[in-house]
């Protein structure tokens, strides 16, 4: 798994709260048996018009966000469906972390599975950094998941939680399952006292 | 102690300071839509499944449910179809594939079999696996990554969740059902209400349900955002599962029977939150947003958005009533319908058939409207045919499928054309769920019914039966 330590990038502000994984990945992409290949169709009904079109309307179409790695939303993010596909998609797409001031758990999980970092935020300072963004052309944050902050460039600098077995994960970019294997005998020492 | 506190320590595998806690998972069930690219992870790492026996497979999610006998149209579907067959005969593992009689929705097949037990961990790459949580069992749903990690360890990190306690008082009157319980428990503590904790449904009105209605409710949790759903094992339950195919039998019955007794809360445990529902006042619930916290009861009206709370409330609310086309206010019984739905893991059960089917006899769908029934499983499909419901839901103008999940997302070809307002006994709205541009509203398989024949919802408790 990528190892995530610290990003800048572009800022992208997707106003919407419960923004749920049907949105983020329809499901007529989940007939796909590969983990790759996801990134173009991320928020496929609300880039594309019904025609194929690209929706102008739509913030990810917008040229000043082209480029974007780090997305900010509203709370609830990744609600829905169980689909990993979803943050497959997002990082596919060049999204590295989201920015929310609630995750939903099984998304936020998976996010951290695929070397993806979701942030969690007072809904105050969410609102700021959309304020921010949508205001400077061009507007950057700079995460740290070393010591845990986000600054931008223009004074903003806050800190953010993250449980710590997941931070040490992230920042060695290391195997969930490589790591469990290694407790092999707490395992069996386990299955020994099951009926089955 | 809690029943989830009880759950989560018999199943600790290793617990280590500032790690999450490792559990073993005691059944893993899997489907065609989240598995091939775990399977694949597994061959990549040159790893086995570690437990072939304790995880099963069907498919359900892409399947077709018209004439099975035929080559699945979709390529692609088809491909990821035959790719689950051959990953469980490659790694050893129990397909109830597309044609065997055993197969059905995951969520519907696992209890049916004998599968599901009190006591026991269940995952699987599919939200509603809290479902399972109906038998008293630590149920939830995983990411094709930690399908994978299950599949070769049998293990699962998990940080531990908070306790919620769902606290029904009275009994739901006649005519609202397990459905409307839970749409009315997501209506008031929000689709994010939940996040972070384990519901344990209690109270009268819960005690007085069926499995199946238990199964609904428990299926629903996750639509307020909880990691699972639970209901403490019971003489209900314990009839439910004697004699199912894979439940214990004879002298390990008895075993079992005598630790499936003790799964349930102390009456002094103590939980992080308690959410309290006045089973007695409830009425039949129809959403009508664009996610199931945005619901109403079918007597009132569709809200106006400039009641909302917040800014961010009202600016969902009418995104939501632009969405699904409805005008601020508009009485909930004057919505037509083009379609109904009764299907998927949440309310495909043989009651829930029995219940929509005592609505429709007699009648006939409003000729503006289409519908499909979609039993969970051929067991419920041989059973309702064995009780003559199939006719009674053709002759009233349904359409009588094969079982799967159908409508319920529109991965197979059931799908919402654009604009078409469907009344669906599935679990989510969200925009495009049915079909691009369709728009769905939740209801109870009676609802459904009910609303397939008037052509508009309907409060289901004045029913004219015949």
């Known amino acids: 798994m990528n190892p995530f330590t610290n990003h800048t990038g572009l800022v992208v502000p997707l106003d919407r709260a419960n923004v749920d994984t049907d949105q983020i990945i329809p499901k007529q992409f989940l007939k796909r048996i590969e983990r790759t290949g996801f990134g173009k169709f991320l928020f496929f009904d609300w880039r594309y018009l019904a025609d194929g079109k690209a929706n102008a309307d739509f913030i990810l179409n917008q040229p000043r966000y082209r480029g974007a790695s780090i997305l900010v939303a509203g709370k609830n993010f990744g609600c829905g469906s169980s689909r990993e596909h979803a943050p497959w998609a997002l990082a596919e797409y060049g999204i590295r972390a989201v920015i929310a001031p609630s995750f939903a758990d099984i998304f936020a999980n998976n996010c951290f599975k695929n070397g993806m970092l979701p942030v969690t935020l007072p809904e105050s300072t969410v609102g700021e950094i959309m304020q921010r963004t949508q205001e400077n052309e061009g507007y950057k944050l700079t995460l740290d998941l070393n010591n845990q902050t986000i600054v931008d460039e223009i004074g903003l600098s806050v800190n953010f939680q993250v449980s710590a077995f997941q931070r040490y994960c992230l920042l060695e970019g290391l195997d969930d399952i490589g790591l469990t294997l290694r407790h092999e005998d707490s395992i069996k020492a386990y299955e020994a006292t099951r009926k089955n | ?466």
């Open chain 2, 1 to 466: 102690m809690t029943l989830f506190e009880k759950l989560w320590q018999a199943h600790i595998v290793r617990e280590a300071q500032n790690e999450p806690t490792l559990l073993y998972i005691d059944l893993h069930l899997i489907h065609e839509v989240t598995s091939p690219q775990a399977f694949d992870g597994l061959r990549e790492a040159g790893r086995r499944v570690r437990r072939p026996d304790l995880t099963f497979g069907t498919a359900d999610h892409n399947v077709p449910t018209t004439d099975r006998s035929l080559p699945i149209a979709d390529a692609i579907a088809a491909k990821q179809i035959e790719t689950l067959r051959n990953n469980c005969a490659e790694f050893g593992i129990q397909l109830f594939d597309i044609n065997s009689p055993e197969q059905g929705i995951v969520h519907v097949i696992g209890p049916e079999l004998g599968l599901t037990q009190p006591g026991m961990t269940i995952v699987c790459g599919d939200s509603h696996t809290s479902t399972h949580g109906a038998f008293g069992a630590l149920a939830f749903g995983i990411g094709t990554s930690e399908v994978e990690h299950v599949l070769a360890t049998q293990c699962l990190p998990q940080n531990k969740a908070r306790t919620m306690k769902v606290q029904t008082s009275g009994r739901l009157p006649e005519g609202v059902t397990a459905k409307d319980l839970a749409l009315a428990i997501i209506g008031k503590i929000g689709t994010d209400g939940a996040t972070g904790y384990v519901i344990e449904y209690a109270g009268d009105a819960v005690r007085g349900l069926t499995m199946e209605g238990r199964m609904t409710l428990c299926n629903m949790s996750i639509e307020a955002g909880a990691r699972a759903g639970m209901v403490a094992a019971d003489e209900t339950t314990f009839a439910y599962m004697q004699g199912r195919r894979f439940a214990p039998k004879g002298e390990a019955w008895d075993a079992a029977l005598k630790y499936w007794k003790t799964l349930r809360s102390d009456d002094d445990a103590v939980f992080d939150k308690v959410v309290e529902i006045d089973a007695s006042s409830l009425e039949p619930f129809v959403t009508w947003g664009t996610n199931p916290g945005m619901v109403v009861p079918v007597s009132s009206c569709v809200p106006d958005p400039s009641d909302a709370k917040t800014l961010a409330d009202r600016q969902a609310a009418e995104r939501a009533l632009e969405y699904m086309a409805l005008s601020p206010r508009t009485n909930i019984q004057d919505i037509a319908i083009d379609r109904a739905f009764i299907g998927s893991c949440t309310n495909a059960r043989i009651e829930d058939l029995r219940a929509a089917a005592r609505v429709v006899k007699g009648y006939h769908i409003n000729s503006s409207v289409s519908a499909l029934v979609v039993p969970g499983s051929y067991d419920v499909k041989k059973e309702a045919e064995r009780e003559g419901l199939d006719r009674i839901f053709s002759e009233a103008g349904f359409e009588w499928r094969e079982p799967g999940c159908s409508m319920c997302l529109g991965m197979n070809p059931d799908i919402l054309e654009p604009g078409e307002r469907c009344a669906s006994t599935s679990n989510r709205n969200f925009e495009g769920r049915q079909g691009r541009g369709g728009r769905t509203h939740l209801v109870s398989p009676m609802m459904a019914a009910a609303a397939a024949i008037k052509g508009h919802f309907t409060d289901v408790r004045n029913w004219e039966f015949k």
